[in-house]
Structure formats: C-alpha cells, structure tokens
C-alpha cells in the first residue's frame, strides 16, 4: 500500500468521525474528604440528591443521606479495598433501587437484589426506587379479610387482617421471630406472598429461618432480604425499605403480600450509628430526633388497595425488643403508635411453659377484628374477656382463700382455655380446626379434661373435624349456626367419647 493510500484512509476516518454526532456528558465529580467507620465526607458535590448512589474509586459505593452547600455525608454500601482521604467519588445521577417482579422468589438478596443464595443472577422484571411514597388515602380501602397466622391465640384473640401492620414485641428469647415466622409457614402453597427482612440478625440465626422455610416449601413463594450484622450499618439501614419496595411491587399487581422485618430494633441502632457519625444531634436516649418519621414512612406503606387501584394488599408484623418487659420505651411506644395494635410476648409466661407466650392483656389489635370471619368471631368473641378475668382469680386463688361452686367452674374453663391455646412452633393449625378446639372450650366439654391429656384431646378434636363439610363451609366464611354447629359439636363429643373410652 503506497504512502498516499494511506493518507488518503486516513482523511476518510477523520471525516467520518468528524461527521458524528458529538455526545457529551456531563459528569459531577468531588473528593473524600474524612473517612469515618461506614461513612464519608464528600466535598464537591454540589448538585446531590437525597438518597443518590455514589460511586468512588475502587469500586466503593455508598448513598448520600446528608447533603450541604458543597459537601455531602455518604453513607457505604460496599467499601472492599477501604476509602481513603483524596480519593475522587462521583455522582451516578440515579437514586438507590432494587429488582422487583417474579424473578425473586425463592431467592435469598442483599438489599440491592445481590444474590446470596449461591444461585444464578437475579432476573428482575424492573428496577424501583427503594424510597417511595406511600399509596395515596383514594387508594386505600377497609380491611375486610383476615390473613389467617395458623397459631390460636392470635387469630383468635389478637386477630390479623390483610393490609394491616400489627407489631410483635418482648424480651430476647420470648419467640417473637417463631410467632412471625409461622404466620409465613401457615401460607405454604397459598395466594399469599412472603417477604422477610433480617436486619442486623447473627447469621446462624438468619441461616436457621431459612432453613426452616426451605424445609416446608415455603420459599417457593417467598423472598428473603438480608442485612446481616456484620454488614455496613448503611446497608441495614436501606434493608427494610428495600424489602418493602420488592413486597410494594408484587401488591401493585394485586396480589397479596405479607412482610416481616426482623427487627427494628436493629434497624433503628444502625440509623443511630449513621446519624451520631453524620454529626445529627441526638435525642432521647441518644436516637436522632427523625427516628419516629424513619418508621412511620416505611410501615404506612402497607395497606390494602382498592379495586381500582388493583387489590392488592400488603401486610406488615414489624418485630421490636424490649428491655426488662418495658412498654413505654422511646422506641415500642414509637410503634405502638404507628401501628395498629400488637402482640406482647411475655417472659414469665415463657418461663411457665406458655407457648406462644402471647400476653392476652396486653396483646391487641384494631382493625383485624372487622375482618375476622364470623365463625371465629362466635366462638373468639367472649374468650378474651373470660380469659383475662381468669388470670386474676387464678392470682387470688393462690392465697388459698377458700371458693364457691362457680368460682371453681370459671377456674376449670380459663385452665382449659389456656391449655387450649398452647401450640408447638412450628406447627400451624387450619382455620377449621382451630374453630373446633375454641368451640369445645367455650361450650365447657374440656373443663374436666386432665391436663396430663389435653394434648392427645386436642388432637382428637382437630382429627374429628377434619373431613367434616360443616368445618370446610366455615373456614370459607359461612356462620357457625344451625346445622353446621351441631353437626360439629356432634364430631367433638364423639371424638371425646373415644379419647375417654381409649383412656378407661
């Protein structure tokens, strides 16, 4: 090829390229500034927003929280070689999101939809901000249907229903994970969805959930979202909002969702931990003053939506710890007020082999009784009441004062009232059943039952109804009245017959 060839090809490159449309972008870029433990000062960026990713040399990556005139608090996502003072960041001009649609089920994410599991890459339908407004009042309709947890002593007296937030909370080790937990287990191949939030949890802990929802087949309609406590603070931090934005997705394409955050506790620490370092002012009990708002937005995005804005619903058993069964801490009573009612789990009746240690005094709920089915509600309705009046002449009689006839009847029914709502973790019972058991209680045909076998009762009772039409034509929302009671009843005192006979 001749020198001229050459430059003739070269001439044509130029004009070509010179021919193109020039793209430019624009790109802000600042410097670290001071390094602090899960959080950098940025200095240069002038134009942040809230919540915007950004990314640093050395493949860093962190969200800024805290933004003034020139400078900006980021918060680490991910730091693997470890930020030093100098280094440059960058602006991404996008806000944190997540993958939300079909593709995460029976998948285990960080909270930026990582796979954990050891599975392939996460097949996400789109990506949506982990931050988003709640759905507008328009939007909202009543809850009218339970969303049944399987345990008795809940769906009971401490009723849940669809589109509701309804708290858990107690001591360390009261079995506030194993109530939530089984709420999930009792869906296991049902219509309802499954997110669980693990924030800041030990990870033999969150590894011991997973494999408790991989055993009974619940994963294939779950998704688990994981911010261990060995994670930046940041990344616990963005955990549950990230969660809700997945659970938001599949509500908005009407289904119905069911999330656990596990707990808020944890994830109010690391907001402490992150405001104290971005010099934010503490306030009681060293919490950053905006602790309330940081949960308020996050749990007044589950409800249920009405039809026209697609049906969906999305449920919320926010988890709290107390310390030394104290209610009226900064963050309980914060959530107390947030939500809709809660369960309280106590210690003393942990101790006493009271399981689920659900405190029927101090448990409620607000909205779930409206939804709860009228069955239920026949046999749920004066439980309650005649529980609690029995917790207190139990007390009495323990001075040994002495007590007439129908004192000792009403000491005989609360004794089988609670030996009723015992229940073995793991083990959710079906609506029908549960319907059983209550209504042999309050009909008085267990109160001369021996404790020794109240066990092996129970199971009869729920064993007798089990095929029995009457208790599938009330689990589906029918009154339990006329035919249908007797024809119950009927299938009770022949199943008790036969635990008595066996017995003799």
């Not at 029995?390 to 040994?400: H, I, K, M, N, Y």
Request: net charge negative; charged share 25%.
């Amino acid at each position: 090829m001749t020198l001229k060839r050459l430059a003739d090809d070269l001439f044509d490159r130029i004009d070509q390229e010179a021919a193109r449309p020039a793209t430019l972008s624009r790109q802000e870029r600042g410097q670290v500034s001071r390094v602090l433990h899960g959080v950098v000062e940025v200095d240069g960026l002038q134009e942040g927003m809230s919540e915007e990713v950004i990314d640093f040399d050395g493949g860093a990556r962190g969200l800024a929280l805290d933004l003034a005139p020139g400078r900006a608090g980021v918060v680490l996502m991910r730091d693997p070689l470890g930020l030093r003072p100098g280094q440059a960041a960058r602006r991404s001009g996008r806000v944190a999101s997540v993958p939300v649609g079909e593709g995460l089920l029976g998948r285990v994410i960080d909270p930026f939809g990582v796979a954990l599991d050891d599975g392939p890459p996460v097949v996400a339908d789109r990506l949506a901000p982990i931050e988003a407004p709640a759905a507008a009042i328009i939007e909202r309709a009543p809850v009218t249907r339970p969303l049944q947890t399987g345990i008795k002593a809940v769906d009971a007296l401490v009723p849940i229903g669809r589109g509701q937030r309804e708290l858990i909370l107690g001591d360390r080790q009261t079995g506030k994970t194993a109530v939530a937990v089984d709420t999930i287990l009792n869906h296991v191949g049902g219509e309802v969805i499954s997110i669980y939030c693990a924030i800041g949890q030990r990870g033999d802990a969150t590894a011991r959930v997973i494999a408790r929802l991989r055993a009974a087949g619940a994963m294939d309609n779950c998704v688990v979202v994981v911010a261990g406590g060995e994670d930046p603070a940041g990344l616990q931090y963005v955990a549950p909002y990230a969660a809700t934005t997945i659970a938001e997705g599949f509500m908005r394409a009407g289904r119905d969702v069911l999330i656990v955050y596990d707990d808020l506790t944890r994830h109010a620490r690391a907001y402490r931990e992150l405001s104290l370092l971005l010099r934010r002012p503490p306030g009681r009990e060293a919490y950053p003053g905006d602790i309330f708002y940081l949960h308020s937005r996050l749990l007044e995005r589950s409800t249920q939506l009405c039809e026209a804005a697609g049906g969906g619903s999305l449920t919320a058993l926010p988890i709290v710890e107390t310390q030394a069964q104290n209610l009226s801490a900064y963050l309980p009573t914060n959530l107390i007020s947030i939500t809709d009612g809660q369960i309280y789990l106590s210690p003393a009746l942990f101790r006493r082999g009271q399981l689920p240690a659900v405190d029927v005094g101090r448990s409620v709920s607000r909205v779930g009784g409206k939804a709860q089915l009228a069955a239920f509600r026949a046999v749920a309705g004066p439980l309650k009441l005649a529980y609690a009046q029995f917790e207190e002449l139990e007390s009495f009689a323990r001075f040994g004062a002495r007590l007439d006839d129908d004192t000792r009847a009403q000491l005989d029914r609360g004794r089988a009232v609670r030996e009723a709502l015992k229940q073995d973790e793991g083990a959710p019972i079906p609506l029908a059943q549960q319907i059983a058991l209550l209504l042999a209680v309050s009909e008085g045909l267990l109160d001369d039952i021996a404790l020794s076998v109240f066990p092996a009762v129970g199971d009869a009772v729920r064993a007798a109804v089990t095929d029995l039409p009457a208790a599938d034509e009330i689990a589906r929302g029918l009154p339990l009245e006329g035919a249908r009671r007797e024809a119950i009843l009927d299938a009770i005192r022949a199943a008790l017959d036969g635990v008595q006979d066996g017995n003799a």
